[in-house]
């Protein structure tokens, strides 16, 4: 079975420092793509950043970005400069064939 | 940018009544998948579609079924309630261009089982 594994169920993270999220997976495809998501309090799923596997460039959104490692299935979610809005509930999730596997996510507080 | 769209946004039900959720994906999105997020938990893949037709299959209980219709709208249907049913609902749409894509989630649906 897929599995996607983040270790850290919470973190935080003082304002304007940068914090790091870590995500492993399993999978025995060549062709995928990760992603990270944010759930605020709200519930809405957010798209936060995405990495082809094929691409060995990491992704990189504004304060958000990647630290891909094919080899090791690592992809870690660096956030630089956290803010009070990036609070929330941080999911990492593989795209295997059609549908997604998430891992269990970890919950970011950030500190004023 | 339009996006999903998913109705009713909140829903409270008796046990054993019925229930249909129902998703509007994004223009031009041909692929519709179905969530369900319990408490404190992660989404949990049930169903999803393409093209009208079933593709995949996750952890969709007997008692649920789902269906995409030609204008690609999608509804889910939930019979025989349980209490264990309260959950997070939600519908995500991908378009399909050969490659595994991005998954854009709607708001999703709170379900309450009373």
């Known amino acids: 079975a897929q599995t996607v594994t983040q270790s850290q169920p919470e973190m935080s993270v003082q304002e304007a420092e940068t914090v790091t999220l870590s995500c492993t997976y399993d999978?025995?495809?060549?062709?995928?793509?990760l992603f990270w998501y944010k759930q605020p309090p709200s519930r809405q799923m957010i798209l936060v950043i995405r990495q082809e596997a094929y691409k060995q460039q990491n992704a990189t959104e504004n304060r958000f970005s990647v630290n891909f490692q094919k080899a090791a299935k690592s992809f870690s979610l660096k956030i630089s400069d956290s803010q009070l809005g990036d609070a929330a509930m941080y999911f990492c999730?593989?795209?295997?064939?059609?549908?997604?596997?998430f891992g269990p996510g970890t919950r970011l507080s950030v500190l004023p | 940018a339009a996006g999903v769209i998913q109705s009713p946004r909140h829903l409270i039900k008796e046990k054993r009544e019925t229930a249909t959720l129902k998703c509007y994906p994004i223009p031009r999105h041909d692929t519709v998948y179905w969530y369900q997020q319990g408490p404190g938990q992660d989404p949990q893949f049930l169903i999803s579609f393409y093209e009208k037709m079933q593709s995949d299959k996750g952890s969709i209980p007997d008692r649920f079924s789902a269906q995409q219709f030609s204008d690609y709208h999608s509804e889910l249907n939930m019979s025989s309630l349980e209490l264990g049913d309260s959950a997070l609902y939600f519908c995500?749409?991908?378009?399909?261009?050969?490659?595994?894509?991005?998954?854009?989630f709607g708001p999703g649906t709170r379900l309450l089982v009373l």
């Open positions: 995500a749409s991908s378009p399909w261009t050969g490659r595994r894509e991005t998954q854009y």
């Open positions: 999978t025995s495809e060549s062709d995928y793509y």
């Open positions: 999730a593989v795209n295997y064939g059609q549908n997604f596997v």
